[in-house]
Antibody, heavy 124, light 107 residues
C-alpha cells in the first residue's frame, strides 16, 4: 500500500526543540518530493516547503513565511522525511501534514498523497 | 505575497450544483489544484491541473479555468460532499500557496 506514516502527537514547552517524522512506503521514496503543510487550529492550510531526497542530490524549496523558522530534512536510507524546530513557540501549535509532492509540468506543485498529520502542541 | 481568494462559504441543497471559485493573478500561467478536507481528516486531492480528476474521485467533481479564476463544480451534491475545499497553485518564485478555503454546507 502506498502511504505516508507520520509520528505521533507531541506536547512541548516554549523554547524546546522538536523533530517530527514522515515515513514513505509502497513507492520509490527517492523519486518524489515530500512536502509539509501546516494547519493551525480552526484555520486553513499553509504550504511550508518541500524536499527532494534524490539518490544523487537533495533539493529544497521553502515558503518565505517558513524559511528560517523550520528545517526540512530526509534520510533516504529509511525513506523518512523530517520537520524540525530548534526553539518552539506557542504559535507553532498546529497540525502538521506531510504529503507527497508532484510537479504539474509547469514547475508548479501539488500533493497527491497525504499523511494523517502530527499534532504539535506548545504550551507552558 | 501571492494570494488565492476563495469565498468563505457556499451552501447548496442535495442534488443541486455547487460551484466554488478561486481567484489569483498567476492562475492564467499556473495550474490550480483542489483538495477536499473533512473534519478530523487529512486533505484529499480531488482535481489536478485545473480540470483533471484523480482515479477514485467521483465524476460529479469537475474543474474549469477562465482567466484569473478557476472553479470547482460539484454536480448532484450529496451529503457526504460537505467539507472544506481548498484551491492551491504556485507563485512566480516557485512556492506553493493555498487559498483560504471554502466551507461547503449541504442543506
Amino acid at each position: 500500500e502506498v502511504q505516508l506514516v507520520q509520528s505521533g502527537a507531541e506536547v512541548k514547552k516554549p523554547g524546546e526543540s522538536l523533530k517530527i517524522s514522515c515515513k514513505g512506503s509502497g513507492y520509490s521514496f527517492t523519486n518524489y518530493w515530500i512536502g509539509w503543510v501546516r494547519q493551525m487550529p480552526g484555520k486553513g492550510l499553509e504550504w511550508m516547503g518541500v524536499i527532494y531526497p534524490g539518490d544523487s542530490d537533495t533539493r529544497y524549496t521553502y515558503s518565505p513565511s517558513f524559511q528560517g523558522q523550520v528545517t526540512i530534512s530526509a534520510d533516504k536510507s529509511i525513506s523518512t522525511a523530517y520537520l524540525q524546530w530548534s526553539s518552539l513557540k506557542a504559535s507553532d501549535t498546529a497540525m502538521h501534514y506531510c504529503a507527497r509532492a508532484r510537479q504539474g509540468g509547469n514547475a508548479d506543485w501539488y500533493f497527491d498523497l497525504w499523511g494523517r498529520g502530527t499534532l504539535v502542541t506548545v504550551s507552558s | 505575497s501571492y494570494e488565492l481568494t476563495q469565498p468563505p462559504s457556499v451552501s447548496v441543497s442535495p442534488g443541486q450544483t455547487a460551484r466554488i471559485t478561486c481567484s489569483g493573478d498567476e492562475l492564467p500561467k499556473q495550474y490550480a489544484y483542489w483538495y477536499q478536507q473533512k473534519p478530523g481528516q487529512a486533505p484529499v486531492l480531488v482535481i489536478y491541473k485545473d480540470s483533471e480528476r484523480p482515479s477514485g474521485i467521483p465524476e460529479r467533481f469537475s474543474g474549469s479555468s477562465s482567466g484569473t479564476t478557476v472553479t470547482l463544480t460539484i454536480s448532484g451534491v450529496q451529503a457526504e460532499d460537505e467539507a472544506d475545499y481548498y484551491c492551491q497553485s504556485t507563485d512566480s518564485s516557485g512556492t506553493g500557496v493555498f487559498g483560504g478555503g471554502t466551507k461547503l454546507t449541504v442543506l
